[in-house]
């Protein structure tokens, strides 16, 4: 009980339970698709971050509570610290809860959930729990264990444990290991327990949760026994119930029979009763249409707490075996709509309205229950006050009472058409193959069958395309039922072998609604095509009435930057007009007059290639992904605003008006993210894009599902934790066709409609499913984030295609030791649909020894996309070509494919003229009438427009649709052995050619760039302002010896120094001094590409991108020790500083980006010359001026180089001069006298010389002396 109070306020701060609650609510109205879900959850995210605050403030009361153990503090203090940071996290993430993030952040919640039901649970139990046993003759067969923290019982609300003082009910299961997996989900006995557990002192609370209306039955007088609870109740208050159970249908159900179905019953227990529903053969999706009537059911307590609170009931789902025991295949829980005898039964309460109940089995979910359940109280005047059943009860079934009338759905008559297309990669059933298969479509009682597939190897297509049956559909579209899709093998002696079966648990995709003609526009899609003219000719009467003309600008593409967004003050469309010519004129005389570089160069076309295209297009799809993150979180805001001010109401004139004009304001202050990212526009060159797709096409086109689906035949048992198996095993083929679902009659004007085939329903104008011969052409860019295969934690991949019998392997070319490979393959495969449909695309890892191994594999569907409307087989590019790099590969032309476009859809055009002029319905669309040759003369082309109204073919009316346009798509690799896990990503892209078409042209070059060799070169002449690193050993003067070093990045093995400018007293050193840096270089990526082995047992030589930068060093040299650092500095050789003229100019600014520098790139420039500042960081991290070198960068070709040969260092050919060096540069053990003359006479000459003189006094002196005394004896002496 230590920590009792604090658990108990974690529960009541906010308890698992209620955010588990939110939490399904919010995933029950995502699956309903009611509106404002997000709301939901930012009320679950609000209620959860106050709960944690509450926590906090009652935990912080109970902290110091003098009775706590250790264990008890640090969890308080744990669990504080947690909910605390997850209060905070949910008020973050409150505000990020946005309509297209919500699925991610309820996943984040889910965490919130599973942390809160940790943090609940206390880490060691002061208390022991409760156990029930159930004994038959002293054998313990079943039991149930009641945590004792839910039975705590507490004055304070918030720590009352869940469960106490409440009729609860249990489910007793077997003990030990018979309790685990399946055979422990069986109930083995059902009890209603009232469970309190308290302190002695509370006592008197212990029946406080009962039911009222009892009597108690207390221990006999005289035993001197303190008070204890009585031995039994008697109950004096018992109402009469009758229950009835409204089992309408059940569908996703587990499939518990290896058929991959079941034999379905339901068992409903209330109380101490229980019955079933019929039996229903094969099907997932039972529809029993059956009431049970629980008659003579006594419940005691008082009327209001049954009504309020009654007893839950059971449902259990059976799988019926005809040997043995029925197998348990899930259940659910459901409480019933309680009518008290004095009440009405009449809406809005009654009669009950069908609900969707979730079937568990075990944790897993399996499958839903449409049921009703209504606890009827038996009055005084007995059944008769009770509704009465309607419905015959003898029927061909039995005796079986059907859901009534006000109960069981309205019905309406539907016709469901079903398209039968064909069946793919049916899987062996018995060891036998597939061959003459058939298809049977169930719904509701009612179904159609296929025509016979006679010979399926030869052709799995079936003959007869369109076949319906009508059937009794629920009018909500909610409760429709499932769909059944059987395949079944025809074999010999009339035998029927099922291969496998498909549930479509939800029609509403396939339901046909008809267009409301009463609305504006309806036959438009209402998006019109961004970037373009778009003018409503309303008024004109050259023109008719709803008339729209997009126009393309003759200069293709169009610069962003030259159209002004203006507001039509007739319409609310913005309408994008071109600045006029003038306006531009006045722009190029500015830029003119102004001495910047011209803001967008011209690329020469030449140099041009498929892989500038692709490179460009990727950095636009950054940019584009950039942008919807930006704008994403603003339209969401802006959305809701629009909702919160749709239901304030209608604003006056006044503040819409001012409303108006603030926003305007704010557009003007704030540049957005569009401006924004339109400025670094002006200096991308003008290369025509194609579309870079980060996903698969088909998550873009909805899986090219437009009119032909995919349904998945699966057969087997579901899987289970330890039997079964997962749902990509259990799928043994496909079944391609569609469904269209429409209530009866069908609206005339559809069936009067041109060129209506009434034998085609409402599949018109689907292509006949004949085999049909295809060149399918295959480009593989590359690779990236590849799976490491090799022990080197690398790859040597390469390119593997299969597509029916075709198998290519390019092992030859593999790449080796890459895990982001540039392949830049195309292969050529001819394949026959429907046969040869599913292309796969794989990635090996290539070994020297043994076996290749699969890295991961993608797989397509061809067919899907040959069918398509979107029209998948070419992608249509951005501009028309007819030569260059980016020619027109489709060999039909754009003019061809619209005019077969408008033919399939039974669309008025296409109309052409005047020049540069077409019509399309009633959509006009103008651009460039002429086109460029390779010549450069100019001819008159339609087809610049037939292109402008392919790529708006969305905006037709009535057959529009988005067409693929020229693309790469990227697709996740995965791998049999590890499902699931992404093994790398790998872009490519699939055209389809038939092969009764004309031929296309030859296969793109996108082969990778080999890279072009250069040879730099360097020449250091000086240095300045070095730091002075050496003490004079005899002066004590500053010095150093400098040279400098220098390298390409990933060349350091190849690093060139010059020779030593010894005993630099200034700083400053001559050198002219050569380096020579050869080196491979690919210009599009601006890198440097580096082969080399990584080792000598390396098979074959490693191929690495480094960026190209040219590192310059200085250094002091040492001779008894290592050479001392000074300072260095890095130019990427693509975008570096310009050089300073002199030492003076020359600023450490110039390399840290502090002031704005002209940046200049080697591989234009060719020629640079200037002072660059060499920088080291000091103690405090920071980067400080260490010296000053000048350099002269020449760079040539390798062609260039050979032709004007020069020498490293001072060596010939073309020598430089030797430096002009002053005399103390030199080197102290190697000149010795020199070294004494420079050091004793050049520092000490004064001295020396003063030296000199005073010992030449001092000798005179001495002499003086020494011949003073004999010469005055011989004066004395007179000689």
């Given at each position: 009980?230590?920590?009792?109070?604090?658990l108990?306020?974690?529960?009541?701060a906010h308890?698992p339970?209620?955010?588990e609650?939110?939490l399904n609510?919010?995933?029950?109205?995502?699956?309903?698709?009611?509106?404002?879900?997000?709301?939901?959850?930012?009320?679950?995210?609000?209620?959860?971050s106050?709960?944690?605050?509450?926590?906090l403030?009652?935990?912080?009361?109970?902290?110091?509570?003098?009775?706590?153990?250790?264990?008890?503090?640090?969890?308080l203090?744990?669990?504080m610290?947690?909910?605390?940071?997850?209060?905070?996290?949910?008020?973050?993430?409150?505000?990020?809860?946005?309509?297209?993030?919500?699925?991610?952040?309820?996943?984040?919640?889910?965490?919130?959930?599973?942390?809160?039901?940790?943090?609940?649970?206390e880490?060691?139990?002061?208390?022991?729990?409760?156990f029930?046993?159930?004994?038959?003759?002293?054998?313990?067969i079943?039991?149930?264990?009641?945590?004792?923290?839910?039975?705590?019982?507490?004055?304070?609300?918030?720590?009352?444990?869940?469960?106490?003082?409440?009729?609860?009910?249990?489910?007793?299961?077997?003990?030990?290991?018979?309790?685990?997996?399946?055979?422990?989900?069986?109930?083995?006995?059902?009890?209603?327990?009232?469970?309190w557990?308290?302190l002695?002192?509370?006592?008197?609370?212990?029946?406080?949760?009962?039911?009222c209306?009892?009597?108690e039955?207390?221990?006999?007088?005289?035993?001197?026994?303190?008070?204890?609870?009585?031995?039994?109740?008697?109950?004096?208050?018992?109402?009469?119930?009758?229950?009835?159970?409204?089992?309408?249908?059940?569908?996703?159900?587990?499939?518990?029979?290896?058929?991959?179905?079941?034999?379905?019953?339901?068992?409903?227990f209330?109380?101490?009763?229980?019955?079933?529903?019929?039996?229903?053969?094969?099907t997932?999706?039972?529809?029993?249409?059956?009431?049970?009537?629980?008659?003579?059911?006594?419940?005691?307590?008082?009327?209001?707490?049954?009504?309020?609170?009654?007893?839950?009931?059971?449902?259990?789902?059976?799988?019926?075996?005809?040997?043995?025991?029925?197998?348990?295949?899930?259940?659910?829980?459901?409480?019933?709509?309680?009518?008290?005898?004095?009440?009405?039964?009449?809406?809005?309460?009654?009669?009950?309205?069908?609900?969707?109940?979730?079937?568990?089995?075990?944790n897993?979910?399996?499958?839903?229950?449409?049921?009703?359940?209504e606890?009827?109280?038996?009055?005084?005047?007995?059944?008769?006050?009770?509704?009465?059943?309607?419905?015959?009860?003898?029927?061909?079934?039995?005796?079986?009472?059907?859901?009534?009338?006000?109960?069981?759905?309205?019905?309406s008559?539907?016709?469901?058409?079903?398209?039968?297309?064909?069946?793919?990669?049916?899987?062996?059933?018995?060891?036998?193959?597939?061959?003459?298969?058939?298809?049977?479509?169930?719904?509701?009682?009612?179904?159609?069958?296929s025509?016979?597939?006679?010979?399926?190897?030869?052709n799995?297509?079936?003959?007869?395309?369109?076949?319906?049956?009508?059937?009794?559909l629920?009018?909500?579209?909610?409760?429709?039922?499932?769909?059944?899709?059987?395949v079944?093998?025809?074999?010999?002696?009339?035998?029927?072998?099922?291969?496998g079966?498909?549930?479509?648990?939800?029609?509403?995709?396939?339901?046909?609604?008809?267009?409301?003609?009463?609305?504006?526009?309806?036959?438009?899609?209402?998006?019109?095509?961004?970037?373009?003219?778009?003018l409503?000719?309303?008024?004109?009467?050259?023109?008719?009435?709803?008339?729209?003309?997009?126009?393309?600008?003759?200069?293709?593409?169009?610069?962003?930057?030259?159209?002004m967004?203006?507001?039509?003050a007739?319409?609310d469309?913005?309408?994008?007009?071109?600045?006029?010519?003038?306006?531009?004129e006045r722009?190029?005389?500015?830029?003119?007059?102004?001495?910047?570089?011209?803001?967008?160069?011209?690329?020469?076309?030449?140099m041009?290639?498929?892989?500038?295209?692709?490179?460009?297009?990727?950095?636009?799809?950054?940019?584009?992904?950039?942008?919807?993150?930006?704008?994403?979180?603003?339209?969401?805001?802006?959305?809701?605003?629009d909702?919160?001010?749709?239901?304030?109401?209608?604003?006056?004139?006044?503040?819409?008006?001012?409303?108006?004009?603030?926003?305007?304001?704010?557009?003007?202050?704030?540049?957005?993210?569009?401006?924004?990212?339109?400025?670094?526009?002006?200096?991308?060159?003008?290369?025509?894009?194609?579309?870079?797709?980060?996903?698969?096409?088909?998550?873009e086109?909805?899986?090219f599902?437009?009119?032909?689906?995919?349904?998945?035949?699966?057969?087997?048992?579901?899987?289970?934790?330890?039997?079964?198996?997962?749902e990509?095993?259990?799928?043994?083929?496909?079944?391609?066709?569609?469904?269209?679902?429409?209530?009866?009659?069908?609206?005339?004007?559809?069936?009067r409609e041109?060129?209506?085939?009434?034998?085609?329903?409402?599949?018109?104008?689907?292509?006949?499913?004949?085999?049909?011969?295809?060149?399918?052409?295959?480009?593989?860019?590359?690779?990236?984030?590849?799976?490491?295969?090799?022990?080197?934690?690398?790859?040597?991949?390469?390119?593997?295609?299969?597509?029916?019998?075709?198998?290519?392997?390019?092992?030859?070319?593999?790449?080796?030791?890459?895990?982001?490979?540039?392949?830049?393959?195309?292969?050529?495969?001819?394949?026959?649909?429907?046969?040869?449909?599913?292309?796969?695309?794989?990635?090996?890892?290539?070994?020297?020894?043994?076996?290749?191994?699969?890295?991961?594999?993608?797989?397509?569907?061809?067919?899907?996309?040959?069918?398509?409307?979107?029209?998948?087989?070419?992608?249509?590019?951005?501009?028309?070509?007819?030569?260059?790099?980016?020619?027109?590969?489709d060999?039909?032309?754009?003019?061809?494919?619209?005019?077969?476009?408008?033919k399939?859809?039974?669309?008025?055009?296409?109309?052409?003229?005047?020049?540069?002029?077409?019509?399309?319905?009633?959509r006009?669309?103008?651009?460039?009438?002429?086109?460029?040759?390779?010549?450069?003369?100019?001819?008159?082309?339609?087809?610049?427009?037939a292109?402008?109204?392919?790529?708006?073919?969305?905006?037709?009316?009535?057959?529009?649709?988005?067409?693929?346009?020229?693309?790469?798509?990227?697709?996740?690799?995965?791998n049999?052995?590890?499902?699931?896990?992404?093994?790398?990503?790998l872009e490519?892209?699939?055209?389809?050619?038939?092969?009764?078409?004309?031929?296309?042209?030859?296969?793109?070059?996108i082969?990778?760039?080999?890279?072009?060799?250069?040879?730099?070169?360097?020449?250091?002449?000086?240095?300045?302002?070095?730091?002075?690193?050496?003490?004079?050993?005899?002066?004590?003067?500053?010095?150093?010896?400098?040279?400098?070093?220098?390298?390409?990045?990933?060349?350091?093995?190849?690093?060139?120094?010059?020779?030593?400018?010894?005993?630099?007293?200034?700083?400053?050193?001559?050198?002219?001094?050569?380096?020579?840096?050869?080196?491979d270089?690919l210009?599009?990526?601006?890198?440097?590409?580096?082969?080399?082995?990584?080792?000598?047992?390396?098979?074959?030589?490693?191929?690495?991108?480094?960026?190209?930068?040219?590192?310059?060093?200085?250094?002091?040299?040492?001779?008894?020790?290592?050479?001392?650092?000074?300072?260095?500095?890095?130019?990427?050789?693509n975008r570096?500083?310009?050089g300073?003229?002199?030492?003076?100019?020359?600023?450490?600014?110039?390399?840290?980006?502090?002031?704005?520098?002209?940046?200049?790139?080697?591989?234009?420039?060719?020629?640079?010359?200037?002072?660059?500042?060499?920088?080291?960081?000091?103690?405090?991290?920071?980067?400080?001026?260490?010296?000053?070198?000048?350099?002269?960068?020449?760079?040539?070709?390798?062609?260039?180089?050979?032709?004007n040969?020069?020498?490293?260092?001072?060596?010939?050919?073309?020598p430089?001069?030797k430096p002009?060096?002053?005399d103390t540069?030199?080197?102290?053990?190697?000149?010795?006298?020199?070294?004494?003359?420079?050091?004793?006479?050049?520092?000490?000459?004064?001295?020396?010389?003063?030296?000199?003189?005073?010992?030449?006094?001092?000798?005179?002196?001495?002499?003086?002396?020494?011949s003073?005394?004999?010469?005055?004896?011989?004066?004395i002496?007179?000689?």
């Amino acid at each position: 009980m230590k920590g009792g109070r604090y658990l108990g306020s974690l529960k009541g701060a906010h308890t698992p339970g209620s955010q588990e609650e939110g939490l399904n609510d919010v995933q029950e109205m995502i699956k309903t698709e009611k509106s404002y879900p997000e709301r939901r959850l930012r009320g679950v995210l609000e209620e959860l971050s106050c709960g944690c605050y509450r926590f906090l403030s009652l935990a912080d009361k109970d902290q110091g509570h003098s009775s706590r153990t250790r264990l008890d503090r640090e969890r308080l203090k744990s669990c504080m610290r947690e909910l605390e940071s997850m209060g905070q996290q949910a008020k973050t993430l409150r505000a990020q809860v946005k309509r297209h993030t919500l699925r991610d952040k309820l996943r984040l919640c889910q965490n919130f959930l599973q942390k809160l039901r940790f943090l609940a649970d206390e880490p060691q139990h002061s208390i022991p729990d409760v156990f029930i046993w159930m004994m038959s003759n002293n054998k313990r067969i079943a039991y149930a264990r009641v945590p004792s923290k839910d039975l705590l019982f507490s004055v304070v609300e918030e720590e009352l444990g869940k469960d106490c003082a409440k009729v609860k009910t249990l489910f007793l299961k077997l003990p030990g290991k018979r309790g685990f997996g399946s055979a422990g989900w069986t109930v083995q006995a059902k009890l209603e327990l009232y469970l309190w557990l308290g302190l002695s002192k509370q006592r008197k609370d212990f029946l406080c949760g009962l039911p009222c209306g009892f009597e108690e039955v207390k221990v006999a007088q005289g035993l001197s026994l303190p008070s204890f609870p009585p031995i039994s109740l008697v109950y004096t208050k018992k109402q009469a119930f009758q229950l009835r159970a409204h089992m309408y249908q059940a569908r996703s159900l587990f499939a518990a029979d290896s058929s991959g179905l079941s034999d379905p019953f339901a068992r409903v227990f209330f109380i101490n009763q229980s019955q079933c529903t019929e039996v229903l053969n094969e099907t997932l999706c039972p529809t029993w249409d059956q009431m049970l009537v629980f008659d003579n059911l006594e419940l005691y307590g008082e009327a209001h707490e049954l009504r309020d609170d009654p007893p839950i009931i059971v449902i259990e789902i059976y799988d019926q075996d005809t040997m043995g025991k029925a197998d348990f295949m899930g259940r659910t829980f459901a409480k019933p709509l309680v009518k008290m005898a004095d009440e009405a039964y009449c809406p809005p309460r009654f009669p009950p309205q069908l609900e969707y109940y979730q079937i568990y089995r075990g944790n897993a979910t399996a499958g839903d229950l449409l049921a009703a359940f209504e606890l009827l109280q038996i009055g005084p005047a007995g059944k008769a006050d009770l509704p009465p059943i309607n419905g015959p009860v003898d029927m061909d079934r039995g005796p079986i009472m059907p859901v009534p009338v006000g109960i069981r759905p309205v019905l309406s008559k539907y016709r469901i058409e079903v398209l039968f297309w064909g069946l793919r990669d049916l899987k062996r059933v018995n060891l036998a193959q597939v061959d003459r298969p058939r298809v049977d479509i169930e719904c509701a009682g009612k179904g159609v069958q296929s025509s016979l597939i006679h010979n399926y190897k030869k052709n799995p297509n079936f003959n007869t395309l369109v076949k319906w049956f009508e059937v009794d559909l629920p009018e909500n579209e909610l409760l429709h039922p499932p769909l059944n899709i059987r395949v079944v093998d025809c074999r010999a002696f009339g035998r029927y072998t099922l291969v496998g079966s498909h549930a479509v648990s939800s029609l509403r995709r396939f339901i046909y609604r008809p267009p409301d003609r009463s609305a504006p526009n309806w036959n438009t899609s209402g998006r019109l095509p961004q970037g373009c003219r778009v003018l409503y000719k309303v008024g004109r009467p050259s023109r008719p009435a709803g008339e729209v003309v997009v126009n393309m600008e003759p200069e293709v593409p169009v610069k962003k930057l030259e159209t002004m967004v203006q507001l039509d003050a007739t319409s609310d469309a913005v309408v994008k007009v071109d600045v006029a010519d003038e306006e531009k004129e006045r722009r190029k005389k500015k830029k003119k007059g102004s001495s910047e570089e011209p803001e967008e160069e011209e690329p020469d076309e030449s140099m041009l290639d498929w892989w500038s295209k692709y490179f460009a297009s990727i950095d636009t799809m950054k940019e584009q992904l950039r942008q919807r993150e930006a704008s994403g979180i603003d339209l969401e805001e802006k959305e809701e605003m629009d909702n919160t001010e749709a239901l304030k109401g209608p604003m006056k004139g006044k503040e819409k008006a001012r409303a108006a004009k603030e926003e305007k304001k704010k557009r003007t202050q704030i540049p957005g993210p569009s401006q924004a990212s339109e400025v670094p526009e002006k200096k991308k060159p003008k290369i025509d894009e194609l579309k870079v797709y980060p996903k698969e096409l088909e998550a873009e086109f909805d899986n090219f599902e437009d009119w032909l689906h995919t349904f998945n035949l699966l057969r087997g048992k579901t899987g289970d934790d330890e039997d079964g198996s997962t749902e990509e095993e259990r799928i043994v083929g496909r079944f391609k066709g569609s469904l269209c679902v429409y209530k009866v009659p069908l609206p005339e004007d559809v069936s009067r409609e041109a060129g209506y085939d009434p034998t085609y329903g409402m599949f018109q104008g689907i292509p006949s499913n004949d085999p049909i011969n295809v060149l399918v052409r295959v480009y593989v860019v590359r690779a990236t984030d590849l799976h490491p295969a090799d022990i080197n934690g690398k790859a040597d991949p390469y390119i593997a295609i299969r597509l029916g019998k075709t198998d290519i392997r390019d092992k030859e070319n593999y790449i080796s030791k890459q895990l982001n490979p540039v392949f830049g393959k195309s292969f050529d495969i001819e394949a026959s649909f429907p046969m040869e449909s599913m292309l796969t695309v794989a990635v090996y890892d290539w070994d020297l020894v043994g076996t290749d191994d699969l890295i991961g594999e993608t797989k397509i569907d061809l067919e899907n996309r040959f069918y398509s409307k979107h029209r998948a087989t070419c992608g249509i590019a951005q501009t028309y070509s007819i030569h260059g790099y980016n020619i027109w590969r489709d060999p039909m032309k754009p003019s061809q494919i619209l005019t077969r476009l408008c033919k399939e859809g039974k669309v008025d055009g296409p109309h052409f003229g005047p020049p540069g002029r077409v019509k399309v319905s009633n959509r006009v669309f103008t651009g460039p009438s002429e086109i460029e040759d390779e010549n450069g003369q100019r001819k008159p082309t339609e087809e610049h427009v037939a292109l402008l109204a392919l790529r708006h073919w969305e905006d037709i009316p009535r057959v529009g649709c988005r067409l693929v346009p020229e693309h790469v798509e990227t697709r996740p690799l995965l791998n049999p052995d590890k499902p699931g896990i992404e093994q790398g990503r790998l872009e490519l892209w699939v055209d389809m050619f038939p092969m009764d078409m004309p031929a296309p042209g030859t296969p793109l070059d996108i082969s990778p760039r080999k890279p072009k060799k250069y040879e730099l070169r360097v020449i250091v002449w000086n240095t300045d302002e070095v730091v002075l690193e050496d003490d004079d050993f005899f002066t004590g003067e500053k010095s150093s010896d400098i040279f400098v070093r220098g390298w390409l990045k990933g060349q350091q093995e190849d690093k060139q120094d010059t020779d030593v400018h010894y005993h630099s007293l200034t700083g400053e050193g001559n050198f002219n001094w050569r380096y020579l840096f050869p080196f491979d270089y690919l210009a599009a990526e601006e890198k440097i590409v580096i082969s080399r082995k990584e080792s000598m047992f390396s098979w074959d030589e490693t191929q690495y991108k480094i960026p190209a930068r040219l590192t310059l060093q200085i250094w002091d040299a040492d001779h008894f020790s290592a050479d001392d650092f000074l300072g260095a500095i890095e130019l990427d050789l693509n975008r570096f500083p310009r050089g300073a003229k002199t030492a003076k100019q020359c600023t450490m600014e110039m390399a840290t980006g502090d002031v704005d520098v002209p940046l200049v790139s080697i591989f234009k420039q060719k020629r640079v010359k200037g002072w660059w500042p060499l920088l080291a960081r000091n103690e405090n991290d920071e980067f400080e001026l260490t010296g000053k070198v000048e350099a002269e960068l020449h760079l040539l070709t390798a062609e260039e180089a050979e032709k004007n040969p020069v020498g490293l260092a001072r060596n010939e050919p073309d020598p430089l001069e030797k430096p002009n060096r002053p005399d103390t540069s030199f080197i102290w053990f190697l000149n010795p006298l020199k070294s004494a003359h420079y050091f004793l006479w050049h520092t000490y000459r004064w001295l020396l010389l003063k030296l000199l003189l005073l010992a030449l006094l001092l000798l005179l002196l001495a002499l003086f002396l020494y011949s003073v005394p004999g010469y005055l004896v011989r004066k004395i002496l007179g000689a």
